[in-house]
């Protein structure tokens, strides 16, 4: 298995545009997860889905950030419109969620700067 | 809801000495308590885990102490080499999935 995904890996845009960060969970897992990771407030969850249901979203700075899951192998988090304190590392995680198995596993983050 | 306390933010090692990375968390009935590696451009990944009804557990040169009454867990890490250098999150867990991160602590080890 190639692990989780995500594309793309660096994103360079400037303030007031959309920006759609896009990642591919392990296939079969039940449970995924969008992350921000910034050198002030660290590793933060904003969303997380199961069965591609939106479970809790509270993490979900404004209502600027949104997230879907179409499908199992699928899941988007788009930012409209964009700002410079959105700059940070993204980070989409998947977890099996059956068998007692509690693992995330995390995609190598897309690094978006706002300018 | 859960917040966890992770310490010392930097810790520097002698290759071949130990490192021990120290956590507390707020929420009593926090179940699970993971450490992930985070090495430089990549994304955190587990090197392990404790469940709440767990004291300790041990995997090679890393272990995990789990001390339920004071709320405070702690990674250990012993026979330290270069390729330990990373940056170590520990997290915990209440009930479902949604973990809450410490932040985060840079580990260098000097060759």
């Known amino acids: 298995d190639a692990g989780v995904i995500q594309s793309p890996r660096h994103e360079v845009t400037e303030m007031g545009q959309e920006v759609t960060l896009r990642c591919k969970p392990i296939?079969?897992?039940?449970?995924l997860f969008w992350y921000r990771q910034t050198m002030m407030r660290g590793l933060e969850l904003l969303i997380y889905?199961?069965?591609?249901?939106?479970?809790?979203d509270s993490g979900m700075p404004e209502d600027r950030f949104s997230a879907k899951m179409p499908n199992a192998s699928f899941s988007t988090l788009k930012i409209q419109p964009s700002e410079p304190r959105d700059s940070a590392v993204y980070f989409c995680?998947?977890?099996?969620?059956?068998?007692?198995?509690?693992?995330?596993?995390f995609g190598p983050g897309t690094r978006l700067t706002v300018l | 809801g859960e917040n966890v306390e992770q310490h010392p933010s930097t810790l520097s090692v002698q290759e071949g000495d130990s490192a021990v990375i120290k956590c507390t968390y707020s929420d009593s009935a926090s179940n699970y308590f993971p450490w992930y590696k985070q090495e430089l451009g990549k994304g955190p990944q587990l090197i392990i885990d404790i469940r709440s009804n767990v004291g300790e557990k041990k995997d090679q040169r890393i272990a995990v102490t789990l001390n339920k009454t004071a709320k405070h867990f702690s990674l250990h890490i012993t026979e330290t080499q270069p390729e330990d250098s990373a940056v170590y999150f520990c997290a915990a867990r209440v009930g479902s999935y949604q973990l809450t991160f410490g932040k985060g602590t840079k580990l260098s080890v000097i060759p």
């Open positions: 889905f199961n069965n591609n249901v939106p479970i809790d």
């Open positions: 296939s079969g897992h039940d449970y």
């Open positions: 995680a998947s977890s099996p969620g059956t068998g007692g198995v509690n693992e995330q596993f």
